[in-house]
C-alpha cells in the first residue's frame, strides 16, 4: 500500500524568501508519479507540478521545484520568491505506474499550511 | 479557472433531505472522480469513472450514489446522510490511460456540504 507522510507544523515565510515543504512516501512499486497541490481557503485543489519516478531530472514549473531524492523515498516541494498569494494547504500525492497513466488513483498525505508574511 | 465546475458551492441539508452534487469539466477528459475532504483528514477518494463507467468505489455507503451520464458531467446523489458526512466534497478530472501520460487530475472548487 502506498503511504505520504507530511508532518511538518504550520510552516511561515517571509515574502520573497523560499520555503521547503517536506513529503516521504512508502511505496513497494518502482514506477509511480508524485504530484504537489496547492488548496486556498476557497477549497479548489490547484495542481503545482509532478515528478515521475524514473524522470532523471528533478521537474520544475515556475517558481516551484521538486526536490526528488528517490533512494530517501521524499519528494520536497520548494517554492521561491514567496509572494502572499502563496498561502495555502500544500498536499503531496503519490499515484502508481508512472507511464502508462492507467491507474488514476492517488494518495493524499494530510498536507501542510503555508504562510507567507509581508 | 481550471476548466472544472461544481454546483452547489455551499449545500445546507437534514438528514431527511435529498440533494445532489453536479460536475462538469470541460477539458475533454474521459476520467472523473468524487473526492471527500474531512477536517483534519486527507482526501479520500470516493468513485472514480473512466468512459462513463464506474471503475472504484472506495466501499463509500449506499447513501451516496453517483451518476455519470457522460465523460463531462458527474453527479453525487445524496440522501439520508449523517452529521459525520459533512465536509468539502471535490470533483477531479483526467485524461486516463494514455501511453505516458502523466494523468494529471484537476479539481473543482468543491461542494461545502453541511448536514444538520
Known amino acids: 500500500a502506498q503511504k505520504i507522510t507530511q508532518t511538518q507544523p504550520g510552516m511561515f515565510v517571509q515574502e520573497k524568501e523560499a520555503v521547503t515543504l517536506d513529503c516521504t512516501y512508502d511505496t513497494s512499486d518502482q514506477s509511480y508519479g508524485l504530484f504537489w497541490y496547492k488548496q486556498p481557503s476557497s477549497g479548489e485543489m490547484i495542481f503545482l507540478i509532478y515528478q515521475g519516478s524514473y524522470d532523471e531530472q528533478n521537474a520544475t514549473e515556475g517558481r516551484y521545484s521538486l526536490n526528488f531524492q528517490k533512494a530517501r523515498k521524499s519528494a520536497n516541494l520548494v517554492i521561491s520568491a514567496s509572494q502572499l498569494g502563496d498561502s495555502a494547504m500544500y498536499f503531496c500525492?503519490?499515484?502508481?505506474?508512472?507511464?502508462?497513466?492507467?491507474?488514476?488513483?492517488?494518495?493524499f498525505g494530510k498536507g501542510i499550511t503555508l504562510s507567507v508574511r509581508p | 479557472e481550471t476548466g472544472v465546475t461544481q454546483t452547489p458551492r455551499h449545500l445546507v441539508m437534514g438528514m431527511t433531505n435529498k440533494k445532489s452534487l453536479k460536475c462538469e469539466q470541460h477539458l475533454g477528459h474521459n476520467a472523473m472522480y468524487w473526492y471527500k475532504q474531512s477536517a483534519k483528514k486527507p482526501l479520500e477518494l470516493m468513485f472514480v469513472?473512466?468512459?462513463?463507467?464506474?471503475?472504484e468505489n472506495n466501499s463509500v455507503p449506499s447513501r451516496f450514489s453517483p451518476e455519470c451520464p457522460n465523460s463531462s458531467h458527474l453527479f453525487l446523489h445524496l440522501h439520508t446522510l449523517q452529521p459525520e458526512d459533512s465536509a468539502l466534497y471535490l470533483c477531479a478530472s483526467s485524461q486516463s490511460g494514455t501511453s505516458g501520460g502523466k494523468n494529471i487530475q484537476y479539481f473543482g472548487a468543491g461542494t461545502r456540504l453541511s448536514v444538520l
Open positions: 469513472y473512466n468512459f462513463k463507467e464506474q471503475t
Open positions: 500525492a503519490m499515484r502508481e505506474d508512472q507511464f502508462t497513466g492507467a491507474n488514476s488513483k492517488l494518495t
